[in-house]
Structures are given as structure tokens and as C-alpha cells.
């Protein structure tokens, strides 16, 4: 089985509260690829996924926002999940983290409540994305051209509405990392 991911590096942005299957999924994809996927988040020790609005597992955080330099890394993954995406958002440190990936042109994956960090970041005006249809208000008035699409391509930018849209939205993300 070929790995033409073999190398790559994704760093997964989270916090307690990210809807796991938004996680799971794209990360099987990528290392099914052959690339690495490190769970990042604010503090080190684990992170909890949720089922919608119920707990469900833990994970371990390989590095926090602030151990971690974009030049190491080949994208970034913005899974959503209501409470994650919310407490994100005011993070300074993830916000500089999609601001270096977005300036030095790496691709930012985002799926669901996930477009609410690169809101904040101020990294929408002028794209063309997708996400839960509840931050279509959000994104259009931060200057995005939100579409109901599984799937929107804009440059290095990939976004997806919901968990539905996973297998989607994995093998867009392999594909833009050359698989």
C-alpha cells in the first residue's frame, strides 16, 4: 500500500468540547495516507471529544499552542463542536497559529463550528466557504461568501458543513497534501 503522505505533518487544533468524529475521521484519512496528525491544544495533558452534546473519549495532546511553530507543520485541522469552537476563538495563541498558516499559504481544513477560530483570526473576508448553517450569518458578515455545499475548495483553504460530509472532506485534505 503506497503512503504518499509519508512525512507530513497536521496539526489538529482543539479544545475540550470538539465534535470527536470531526477529529477521528479526517485524521484516519491522513494517516491512512501515511501523514502525521498531532492533537494540539491550550494546555497539555487530554482533551475530551463530544457526541454532539454528550462527553465521549479522551486524547492526548502532543504539543500546546504555544510549544508549536507552523514552519514544522504542513496544515492544520479545525474540527468543530459548539464548545470547542467557541473556546478556541478567544485564543490568542490559535488565533497567531491560522494567521502564520494562512501567511505562509498552508492548507487550514475546517469543518462545522469550526470557521468561528478563523472569524476571530480575521482570515474569511473574500473566501468562499461552507460550515454549519448556523454560522452562515457569522461568516457572511465577516466577509465570506458562505455556500450549502458539502464541500468548498478556495485556494488553501478546505471547509465542510458536518459530520456527513467527512469522507468528503478527509480526501480533499489528502488530496491537497499531495495524495
Given at each position: 500500500?503506497?503512503?504518499?503522505l509519508?512525512g507530513k ?8 468540547g ?6 477521528t475521521?479526517?485524521?484516519?484519512a491522513l494517516?491512512h495516507?501515511g ?8 494546555r ?6 463530544w ?11 502532543e504539543h500546546?499552542?504555544?510549544a508549536?511553530r ?5 496544515a492544520?485541522?479545525l474540527p468543530g ?26 492548507t487550514?481544513?475546517?469543518i462545522?463550528h ?18 454549519w ?6 461568516l ?8 450549502d455545499?458539502?464541500?468548498v475548495?478556495?485556494?488553501q483553504?478546505?471547509?465542510?458543513r458536518?459530520?456527513?460530509d467527512i469522507p468528503?472532506f478527509g ?5 491537497a497534501?499531495?495524495?
Open positions: 500500500m503506497a503512503h504518499p509519508t505533518r497536521v496539526a489538529a487544533l482543539v479544545t475540550d470538539f465534535e470527536q468524529v470531526e477529529l475521521g479526517p485524521r484516519q494517516e495516507a501523514a502525521r496528525v498531532d492533537i494540539v491544544s491550550a497539555p495533558g487530554k482533551v475530551t471529544g457526541n454532539h452534546t454528550t462527553p465521549a473519549d479522551t486524547f492526548g495532546v500546546t499552542f504555544d508549536i507552523m514552519e514544522d507543520y504542513d492544520l485541522l463542536g459548539v464548545v470547542n469552537a467557541d473556546t478556541i476563538r478567544t485564543d490568542e495563541m490559535a488565533q497567531e497559529l491560522v494567521r502564520d498558516a494562512a501567511r505562509t499559504d498552508k487550514i481544513a475546517v462545522c469550526g470557521g468561528w477560530l478563523l472569524i476571530s483570526a480575521d482570515l474569511v473576508r473574500g473566501k468562499r466557504m461552507t460550515s448553517p448556523s454560522l452562515a450569518d457569522d457572511k458578515n465577516a466577509g465570506a461568501d458562505w455556500v455545499e458539502q464541500l475548495v478556495d485556494g483553504l478546505i471547509s465542510s458536518k459530520p456527513d468528503a480526501k480533499a485534505l489528502v488530496a497534501l499531495g495524495g
